[in-house]
């Protein structure tokens, strides 16, 4: 099963999540679910979330840790 680091980023990078949903034009609700891992984003909202905290997609991967 695949994990995001998003959560952990988030704090790293000093973000909430309710910026990222605003930048992202998404709900809360599914910032929440991706930072809890009860879903994945896609390839793309990684892609994008990587460019907006300005580090590399592999950050947001459990599996590269």
Known sequence: MKHN???????????????????????????SRWCTNEVQPSVEMLSRISLLLNIDIKELLNSTK
Do not use: F, M
């Open 5 to 31: 680091r998003l959560k952990l980023v988030l704090l790293e990078k000093g973000k909430s999540s309710k910026w990222l949903a605003e930048q992202l034009c998404k709900s809360d609700v599914t910032i």
